[in-house]
């Protein structure tokens, strides 16, 4: 054995080691999460939107976790009732935890704002009804028709205010509906019970997975 | 704080036990030793003999009489331009 | 002016490795192996380093220029809204990818490929599997960013880059790369392997299995997250961090010239970076829906983390104590021991920041992104600075042209990430705290964000001059000749590196030396020829 493969093999077994450690071993304890009863899997459409979600980024400024209320005012301000647990998180692949709020948490959004209507406008400017936001529009989610080009399948949202388009009609675009549906979608309130010492499949996931 | 999980204790320990067997067998079959040399192994002669502009009268003394007489560095040496 | 002397390729054939080391032998009129190492190693590296080091600034310019973008949207949220793929959550991800795995990712492994040959006193195997390796990860890179910047992403923060188009390229560059080092270290001739090569081992070692587990398919809910993190922290420590401090190790003893403080140190360094720095990734999701003691453990681990810090901060500032004159007439150790500085500070603020009283302020806001400019800028970037500014020179045979462009490189990077840091952390603290007040509503912590946010846009502005100066100045140094040396010179891809000697004459052993007076300059009129020979008068 030269020294390389001393190096090697150390790196590698430390690395190995640290991979076991918090990755395989969670991933097992992890496997006895459930989902809870109360929580339905994302719709096709609502996947689309989540899509839509994770192509331009609105992870990297809303993040989408509530932490426990006696650590801190996650709860206090209003983002949910309660800390987000694990189960709240299984039909989520990849996850949308996000470090950053530049912008609001969202997990909870669909019960604090669940106007479609509101949702899309806002989208399209953020300005428009909410002046103080650095939330970016997005436009391109949407179509600025000319007025009689508009179809009556067409879902077309009425930007209020001074900031208006003018002359054009703001039609959204399925990715910004699907959008929309997805973000109406998430609610986590429903309660989740702490697993007892005797240990039941939970939301928190296996026996001790949690203390 | 520690995990009351055993598979977590014993994968735990298992592997830290590997990693600590690879660094003992290592310093037992010596390669943890004359650490002068190996500190010394970037140098040229040459680097050793090279004059600082940034030493003193006697750091440079000390240099010449432990490495030999000194030479003048080539323009931009140490990085940058002349 | 193009003539190639015998026995050497033609000069459009971009020498590459042995042919080049063969060139340079000839020239001399030596046979390769006996010529000076470290010329062997310099002539093997020449080609895929100076390749890696222009790839490495042009990401950097792109790089700065989708940073700037970014941070000029937080606070004029209204620029640049109208096109898809100006988006701030593309442009904010295009920049991360430019710049770590771009920038930083091409300018250290340009900086281990040249550091490896000369610390194993052996030429640099398979450098044609480097170069090309070195172009398939660069695609791959662009690959991933144009994905993204088009809307392809594959989600998680640092692992975006689609696994299936952008991938394969990442692997196989990766892995050619890692077989030409580790060919390279096989066939060492050097008595003892210095800790810089280990740290580059282990890099190569540690970035395909965290890529590898990070890019799985199968993760799902909270276990992706913690892998995500596991893989997003571990790549800044075992990737860019190891590299950078590998190449700290050897430059900062190099230029001054006094052996590491204490050798021990950097072995304990070494294995307990390894060991509790693999532990830390958690420490993002503090508060998260996690098993707690999952996150505990990263804390703790966090904390250890002082062990490798300080034994490395001893070492590499107790090598420079006494002799920080040097920053003055060396930039090379400008960049690097500030670096070296930065590296301590940004560890012992991370520490810090993983305490759950100080993470309930900090997390979610802006003093994340404040630390990892620390790291990745402060640290990472200025140490590979100052490695382009030594590496560079003994490439091409001749110093730096300009000590004004070396300068205002320095000062305007200098000032821009201070005000960047600066600004930033109060500008996360600020809102970090308007956050914690839950009688506050929400506008109060973007508000009180938005001079911090004004002030990091303008710290950027002038990084970006500084990196535009600085690809500038690399321009005229692979394409332009010095002042002291009279007439045209061939551009780097066919330039030899260009050595006079005059201790041939005396019959002592041949060094890398450019010329120190101008009557040596005299004595060799046929080096500016483009041809290699030792001064007149030298057999």
């Known amino acids: ?91 989520d692949k990849p996850h949308l935890l996000g470090t950053m709020r530049t912008g609001p948490d969202l997990i909870n959004v669909g019960q604090r704002l669940p106007d479609a209507e509101w949702q899309l406008i806002h989208l399209y400017d953020p300005r428009s009804v909410v ?29 209020p205010g001074p900031r208006a388009p003018r002359g054009v009609v703001v039609v959204a675009k399925p990715e910004a509906i699907a959008l929309v549906d997805y973000l109406v979608s998430l609610k986590r309130q429903y309660p989740v019970t702490h697993p007892t010492s005797g240990g039941t499949r939970t939301a928190f996931g296996g026996r001790n997975a949690t203390h | 704080m520690i995990p009351s999980s055993l598979p977590v204790i014993v994968a735990t320990a298992v592997l830290t036990l590997l990693a600590a067997v690879v660094l003992a067998w290592g310093y037992w079959r010596g390669f943890f030793r004359d650490f002068d040399a190996q500190a010394r192994v970037i140098f040229e002669p040459e680097d050793l003999r090279l004059e600082r502009p940034w030493e003193t009268p006697v750091d440079r003394l000390e240099r010449e009489m432990r490495h030999g007489k000194l030479v003048a560095p080539a323009p931009g040496e140490w990085g940058g331009a002349a | 002016m193009t003539a190639p002397p015998t026995g050497a390729p033609s000069s459009d054939a971009a020498a590459l490795g042995q042919e080049n080391v063969r060139a340079v032998a000839a020239a001399r009129g030596l046979a390769p192996e006996d010529l000076d190492i470290r010329l062997r190693a310099d002539a093997s590296s020449y080609t895929v380093v100076l390749v890696l080091f222009a790839i490495a600034i042009g990401w950097l310019l792109i790089g700065s220029i989708f940073g700037d973008i970014a941070s000029l949207k937080l606070h004029w949220p209204d620029f640049l809204t109208r096109q898809s793929w100006l988006t701030f959550g593309r442009v904010r991800t295009a920049h991360l990818h430019a710049v770590n795995y771009g920038w930083a990712t091409a300018a250290l492994i340009g900086t281990s490929l040249w550091l490896t040959p000369r610390l194993v006193h052996n030429e640099l195997k398979s450098p044609v599997a480097a170069l090309i390796g070195g172009a398939l990860f660069t695609l791959g890179i662009a690959v991933g960013i144009i994905g993204v910047l088009l809307g392809f992403s594959d989600g998680m923060e640092w692992l975006e880059a689609n696994r299936y188009t952008a991938g394969p390229l990442l692997v196989i560059g990766g892995g050619l790369v890692g077989l030409s080092l580790f060919r390279t270290v096989a066939a060492r001739r050097a008595a003892h392997l210095y800790v810089s090569v280990w740290y580059i081992l282990g890099a190569f070692i540690w970035f395909p299995m965290l890529y ?70 958690m420490h993002h999701l503090v508060g998260g829906p996690l098993p707690t003691w999952m996150i505990t453990t990263s804390i703790v681990a966090s904390v250890f983390m002082f062990i490798p810090v300080v034994a490395t901060g001893i070492n590499l500032h107790m090598t420079v104590v006494g002799r920080f004159g040097a920053l003055r007439y060396s930039p090379t150790l400008r960049f690097v021991v500030l670096g070296a500085i930065a590296y301590t500070a940004v560890s012992l603020q991370g520490s810090f920041t993983a305490l759950r009283e100080v993470n309930r302020v900090t997390h979610f806001t802006h003093w994340t992104v404040a630390h990892s400019h620390v790291g990745g800028y402060a640290f990472v970037t200025f140490v590979a600075f100052g490695a382009m500014y030594y590496i560079v020179p003994r490439l091409v045979g001749h110093e730096w042209p300009s000590a004004r462009l070396v300068r205002w490189h320095f000062n305007t990077v200098l000032a821009g990430i201070a005000i960047y840091v600066v600004s930033l952390t109060w500008a996360g603290v600020a809102q970090g705290l308007a956050l914690l007040d839950a009688r506050l509503p929400f506008q109060i912590s973007v508000e009180r964000s938005l001079p911090g946010l004004y002030g990091r846009s303008l710290g950027g502005l002038i990084l970006t001059v500084g990196h535009f100066i600085f690809a500038w100045h690399f321009w005229r140094m692979v394409r332009m000749p010095t002042g002291a040396q009279p ?33 040596q300059i005299a004595r060799a009129p046929a080096a500016h020829d483009g041809n290699v020979r030792p001064a007149q008068g030298t057999s």
């Open chain 3, 212 to 281: 590898v587990t990070g890019k799985w398919p199968t993760w799902t809910g909270v276990e992706s997250a913690a892998v995500n993190w596991f893989f997003a922290h571990n790549v800044l420590g075992f990737w860019l961090t190891a590299m950078s401090v590998g190449a700290a190790y050897y430059f900062i003893p190099k230029v001054l010239g006094r052996p590491i403080y204490s050798y021990q140190l950097s072995v304990v360094g070494f294995w307990s970076l390894a060991m509790f720095y693999s532990l830390n990734g």
């Open chain 1, 1 to 91: 054995m030269t020294r390389i493969s001393l190096i090697a093999l150390g790196a590698f077994a430390v690395m190995a080691s640290a991979i076991c450690l918090l990755v395989l071993v969670p991933q097992a304890l992890l496997r006895d999460v459930v989902a809870p009863p109360q929580l339905q899997p994302y719709t096709e459409q609502q996947l689309a939107g989540r899509q839509v979600y994770i192509q331009n980024g609105c992870v990297y400024c809303h993040s989408q976790q509530i932490r426990d209320p006696a650590f801190t005012t996650d709860v206090d301000r209003g983002w949910g009732g309660r800390a987000t647990v694990p189960g709240d998180y299984v039909y």
């Open chain 3, 487 to 519: 007439g045209a010179r061939p551009p780097f891809h066919e330039a030899q590196p260009i050595l006079y000697t005059d201790e041939a004459e005396a019959g002592r052993p041949q060094t890398f030396r450019a010329a120190a007076h101008s009557d």
């Open chain 1, 131 to 159: 002046d103080w936001s650095l939330m970016p529009g997005f436009p391109f989610l949407f179509e600025e028709k000319a007025p009689n080009t508009v179809q009556p399948a067409d879902r077309v949202v009425r930007i």
